[in-house]
């Protein structure tokens, strides 16, 4: 039994200290990359501005400043993921009203929803929806969140969230149905670079969801994927707070 606890605890230790060095290792390169890419996406901008005459040359400038601010994305993204699975964040912890951050995001999204035919339908409690988080993360779960549909639910289709008090936690669901099929594990979805479409034909880093999940977790939240066939659930509870001072 000393053994085999100790065999254990040593396993432990290597994993930590592998995840430590992975953590370590995609910060490092990802501000390593940083600095030629900020003065790729410079120059791009500066391409744009000249008067090219060639139709062809336009369209390749396009294509590298469509690329390049894609590429600028991902690193920004393994960066912020890459210190949010290592808890290396730090939180300011306010209580915020949850339901007028749900509703703010309504408003953003509009015009992207729009663009693929998508028609949010939300319902919300009449009564503040107030949790204990740091506003300026929640607002990236969600963002996040919303991203993720814009970019796979199938068009023409309804968005359904819904946010609501259940006993002494604050609840938001959020529905939609996916345009692949969703040939994977729900918990996979949260991995880091997994992505429902195995084809990955479409843009996206397959962070996203990852960092959604991390970020409710460190701010003492739930999040929980559910799929039923084609049908996408996320699920996010919080400890809902009576008052908000």
């Not at 940083?34 to 396009?62: F, G, H, M, Q």
């Amino acid at each position: 039994l000393n053994d085999v606890q100790s065999g254990l605890e040593q396993a432990v230790q290597e994993q930590m200290k592998a995840e430590h060095l992975k953590t370590e290792l995609i910060t490092n390169v990802s501000h390593d990359i940083k600095t030629p890419l900020t003065s790729i996406v410079n120059y791009v901008d500066l391409l744009k501005k000249e008067d090219i005459p060639s139709p062809e040359a336009r369209e390749y400038i396009a294509v590298l400043d469509r690329q390049s601010h894609r590429l600028k994305k991902l690193t920004e993204d393994l960066v912020e993921a890459s210190k949010v699975s290592s808890g290396n964040v730090v939180l300011d912890m306010k209580p915020i009203r949850f339901g007028e951050l749900i509703r703010q995001t309504n408003g953003e999204f509009e015009e992207k929803f729009a663009a693929r035919g998508l028609q949010m339908v939300c319902k919300m409690d009449e009564e503040p929806l107030v949790i204990m988080a740091d506003g300026r993360r929640m607002w990236r779960v969600v963002e996040n969140l919303y991203n993720n549909i814009a970019k796979y639910a199938m068009p023409n289709t309804r968005v359904y969230a819904e946010a609501r008090r259940v006993g002494c936690r604050v609840v938001l669901e959020i529905k939609n149905i996916s345009e692949n099929p969703l040939n994977i594990k729900a918990e996979e979805l949260t991995e880091r670079f997994i992505r429902g479409d195995v084809s990955r034909s479409t843009e996206g880093s397959g962070l996203g969801l990852s960092i959604a999940k991390n970020l409710v977790g460190l701010q003492g939240g739930t999040f929980d994927i559910y799929l039923d066939g084609d049908l996408f659930k996320v699920v996010i509870t919080f400890e809902a707070v009576d008052k908000e001072s």
